[in-house]
T-cell receptor, first 114, second 111 residues
Framework: QKEVEQNSGPLSVPEGAIASLNCTYS??????FFWYRQYSGKSPELIMF????GDKEDGRFTAQLNKASQYVSLLIRDSQPSDSATYLC??????????????FGRGTQLTVWP | EADIYQTPRYLVIGTGKKITLECSQT?????MYWYQQDPGMELHLIHY???????EKGDLSSESTVSRIRTEHFPLTLESARPSHTSQYLC??????????FGSGTRLTVV
């Protein structure tokens, strides 16, 4: 059974701070990793994906991947109240009959207070 | 603009009724998925399909059934709704390696 572990939080940061969200995964064959944001009562929306070790930046968001440690993180710089949501980490099934299936973590609830 | 559509957005229905939740996508994706999610809780995969006439049960046991007669259409059916089926149902599709695109969801309440 593939596992994706996240701290459920809640994580609370002040406006303007850096929010750091962490995720570990069990499938060593996974090659692709995704971060989704889910507002309360809404469906998840993709905000970042990363395939290679290292950092990937997109605006205020930076995804970090360390395949040796099986660790993925998401940094949100200059956090805004509108970033308050649950953040889901997901990895793609590495091989086998369910190739391409995403395994989701439970999500980390982030609150950014003004 | 969403390329994956779910209807209805909200549904309140009585116990014992048969219901079908619709999901359609215009992206030509072969892979489609149904998730169940209670408020504030994690996503649970209940069904998936990797192409026409291919359907599999997911990780969470569900009394629902699905069909995939056309690439773009992946409906979910509950033959006899019960209050325990009250939840949000999310449909998603994917192209290999590119993550999922989710629909807006159907919030089902069985009374």
């Amino acid at each position: 059974q593939k596992e994706v572990e996240q701290n459920s939080g809640p994580l609370s940061v002040p406006e303007g701070a850096i929010a750091s969200l962490n995720c570990t995964y069990s499938d060593r064959g996974s090659q692709s990793f995704f971060w989704y944001r889910q507002y309360s009562g809404k469906s998840p929306e993709l905000i970042m994906f990363i395939y290679s070790n290292g950092d990937k930046e997109d605006g205020r968001f930076t995804a970090q991947l360390n395949k040796a440690s099986q660790y993925v993180s998401l940094l949100i710089r200059d956090s805004q109240p509108s970033d308050s949501a649950t953040y889901l980490c997901a990895c793609v099934e590495g091989r086998g009959s369910t190739l391409g299936r995403l395994y989701f973590g439970r999500g980390t609830q982030l609150t950014v207070w003004p | 603009e969403a390329d994956i559509y779910q209807t209805p957005r909200y549904l309140v229905i009585g116990t014992g009724k048969k219901i079908t939740l619709e999901c359609s996508q215009t992206m030509g994706h072969d892979k489609m998925y149904w998730y169940q999610q209670d408020p504030g809780m994690e996503l649970h995969l209940i069904h998936y399909s990797y192409g026409v006439n291919s359907t599999e049960k997911g990780d969470l046991s569900s009394e629902s059934t699905v069909s995939r007669i056309r690439t773009e259409h992946f409906p979910l059916t509950l033959e006899s709704a019960r209050p325990s089926h009250t939840s949000q149902y999310l449909c998603a599709s994917s192209d290999t390696g590119l993550g999922y695109t989710f629909g807006s969801g159907t919030r089902l309440t069985v009374v």
